[in-house]
């Protein structure tokens, strides 16, 4: 069996060396120009001459959630596209999620600017019930963030494509229902893969349905958002702040408006980062998987985009 590792940004080494372990019997191989036909990929932001110098493929591994980048690209036609199912990442999802909607109700940037000028000074606690969260998306990681939040007693509110029931969680689904999770929901947080369907789907009409004060947290894609929308709704006072891990061009250029904006927290695209030693154990497990025709967990259907 041969396995071809096409990364962009990743350093391949300690990858090939984890594969090689996790499947001795394997024969593992950074891509390169005009090489061999492998049986599976490992890739993120492979250029389109590796597909198509590959159309054997029998499964094709994306190493991080999204595969929105990928799914522009013309694949293997009887490849499966496989994404990492979790892998580690939910949980970072959750302490970054959770991070970021407590700082902001606990107001604990306020408290840091005061205590800087030596002011002490507690304000009046705020209520949990004023803060109720939606999380726009309940897949593999806004089902672990929505839980996750429901654990600190927020109200959560979550919507999906399609009805789910979560435990402590008020559910919404499909686009009929988008208004009343937006319209009961102060804390939008984004976990959407980014489709068709949902590119441009934070703008000034679904952000001013948020209750008054609302607070965004993009952690999915930067074309989910857009752009002028946030900041208009900003400079308004109807939304009080954002956290952004996500942005149309990364790195966000040096000119952009939201680097002076001091409602907006930027972090570097790392609220779940892939962790090598669990993604190498989940995808060496697949493919073992794949070679008994077993199935396996996390098969984007490219019709729907995730
Ligand atoms: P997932 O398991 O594929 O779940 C996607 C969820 O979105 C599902 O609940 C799905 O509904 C819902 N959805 C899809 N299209 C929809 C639509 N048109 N309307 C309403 N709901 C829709 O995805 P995931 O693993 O949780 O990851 C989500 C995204 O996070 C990734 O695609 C990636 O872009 C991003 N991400 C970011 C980072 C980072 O570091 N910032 C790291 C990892 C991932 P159904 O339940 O009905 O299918
Ligand atoms: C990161 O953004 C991912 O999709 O894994």
């Not at 590792?5 to 060396?17: A, K, N, R, S």
């Not at 090689?20 to 389109?48: E, I, K, N, S, T």
């Not at 004023?130 to 429901?150: C, I, Y």
């Not at 954002?242 to 002076?260: I, N, T």
Request: net charge neutral; proline share 8%; charged share 20%.
């Amino acid at each position: 069996m041969r396995i071809a590792f096409c990364c962009t940004g990743t350093e391949p080494e300690p990858w090939l060396q984890g594969l090689r372990a996790a499947l001795p019997q394997a024969q593992v191989a950074l891509w390169q120009r005009g090489a061999a036909p492998a049986d599976y990929a490992l890739v993120w932001a492979p250029p389109q001459l590796f597909f198509d110098e590959q159309p054997q493929l029998k499964a094709v591994f994306a190493i991080g959630a999204g595969v929105d980048a990928l799914l522009k690209l013309r694949l293997p036609p009887n490849a499966a596209l496989v994404r990492l199912d979790d892998a580690g990442m939910a949980v970072q999802m959750a302490e970054y999620v959770c991070h970021a909607v407590i700082r902001h109700f606990r107001e604990f940037d306020v408290y840091a600017a005061e205590t800087r000028q030596g002011q002490w000074s507690s304000h009046q606690p705020r209520h949990r019930v004023d803060f109720p969260v939606g999380v726009m998306g309940l897949g593999v990681l806004g089902q672990r963030v929505a839980r996750a939040l429901s654990q600190f007693e927020f109200p959560v509110n979550g919507w999906s494509r399609s009805p789910r029931a979560l435990d402590g969680v008020r559910t919404f689904s499909g686009p009929a229902q988008l208004d009343g999770f937006l319209s009961s929901s102060r804390v939008l947080v984004n976990l959407l893969p980014l489709t068709l369907d949902t590119q441009g789907i934070m703008n000034r009409a679904t952000l001013s349905r948020l209750l008054p004060g609302g607070y965004v947290i993009n952690v999915a894609r930067g074309a989910h958002l857009v752009d002028e929308d946030l900041l208009a709704l900003l400079e308004s006072g109807h939304l009080a702040g954002a956290m952004l891990d996500v942005f149309r061009v990364e790195p966000l250029p040096p000119g952009h408006p939201f680097w002076q904006q001091p409602k907006i927290t930027i972090t570097p695209h790392t609220a779940a980062r892939t962790l090598r030693a669990t993604s190498i154990a989940q995808i060496a497990g697949k493919i073992e998987a794949l070679e008994r025709g077993g199935p396996v967990a996390g098969r984007v259907d490219a019709g729907r985009g995730y």
